[in-house]
């Protein structure tokens, strides 16, 4: 799987939209991407996930750039609840059963 | 459906005890991982299965044994505890279907070896 990065922490407003950035440059051509989010304690929850088009259910949005090399989460309407720590994953089918989890991104959303 | 369910919720070892961490799905997943995650720290994987009989090593399998005779279960085995192995414990399972892979994580077993 392709190596992602993501800054450490954000901060976000209630109510005002959440874009969680993420790096994939070496992402291959039939590796998805992922995001997780892990409330405080309990288990990682899956969010969505796309391959190459803009992907949005009732969760959040995916954008990936048309080079696949990046992509951003948006929350558009953010709550106190989605304060948690968010994973943005690459992931392909080769690579079954080794999802690998890096550090995330802490976001904090403030009232 | 209870989905991922893990049994016992918290544990305190004792350096050298040995333990067993339950993990039963309810969803006919092909799939199942255990994870642990350390304070302040991401989830490592520690063994997978792709189905029953056939299990694998992820990126810290030492101290641990998996074994997978059924589809539903897939139990995670510490021997000899040491304090290094206080962690939070995540199984999860997965179903793939055209190249993608959505997992589902039970609530965690809380270790503690002192």
Not at chain 1, 31 to 56: A, D, F, M
Not at chain 2, 11 to 23: D, F, N, V, Y
Not at chain 2, 74 to 90: C, W
């Amino acid at each position: 799987d392709a190596k992602t990065t993501q800054p450490p922490s954000m901060d976000c407003a209630e109510g005002r939209a959440a874009n969680l950035p993420c790096n994939h440059s070496t992402i291959s051509g039939n590796e998805y991407v992922y995001w997780y989010r892990q409330i405080h304690s309990q288990g990682p929850q899956y969010i969505i996930h796309g391959l190459k088009n803009n992907e949005t259910n009732e969760m959040a949005s995916l954008i990936i750039t048309e080079d696949r090399k990046s992509s951003t989460l948006i929350l558009p309407h953010a709550t106190l609840r989605d304060t948690a720590v968010y994973y943005c994953i690459a992931h392909g089918s080769s690579n079954t059963g080794k999802l690998i989890f890096g550090q995330g991104t802490t976001l904090q959303v403030k009232p | 459906n209870a989905g991922v369910t893990q049994t016992p919720k918290f544990r305190i070892l004792k350096i050298g005890q040995s333990m067993t961490l339950q993990c039963a799905q309810d969803m006919n997943h092909n799939y199942m991982y255990w994870y642990r995650q350390d304070p302040g720290m991401g989830l490592k994987l520690i063994y997978y299965s792709v189905g029953a009989g056939i299990t694998d090593k992820g990126e810290v399998p030492n101290g641990y044994n998996v074994s997978r005779s059924t589809t539903e279960d897939f139990p995670l085995r510490l021997e000899l505890a040491a304090p290094s192995q206080t962690s939070v414990y995540f199984c999860a399972s997965s179903l793939e279907t055209g190249g993608v892979e959505t997992q589902y994580f039970g609530p965690g077993t809380r270790l503690l070896v002192l």
